[in-house]
């Protein structure tokens, strides 16, 4: 393999790394995304 490839896999696993980070950190918060949104956006208006 040549540095392109090398390079390649490093990239892939860190992309893995940082979406395993961000589900194991952030369990909870991905189930109740939209509602603490949307209460704010209408009074704005």
């Not at 950190?25 to 208006?45: A, G, I, K, M, S």
Request: glycine share 2%.
């Amino acid at each position: 393999m040549d540095k392109a490839g090398l390079a390649f896999l490093v990239l892939i696993c860190v992309l893995i790394a940082i979406v395993v980070s961000i589900l194991w950190f952030v369990p909870e918060n991905e189930v109740p995304p939209d509602v603490p949104e949307v209460v704010p956006q209408t009074p704005l208006r």
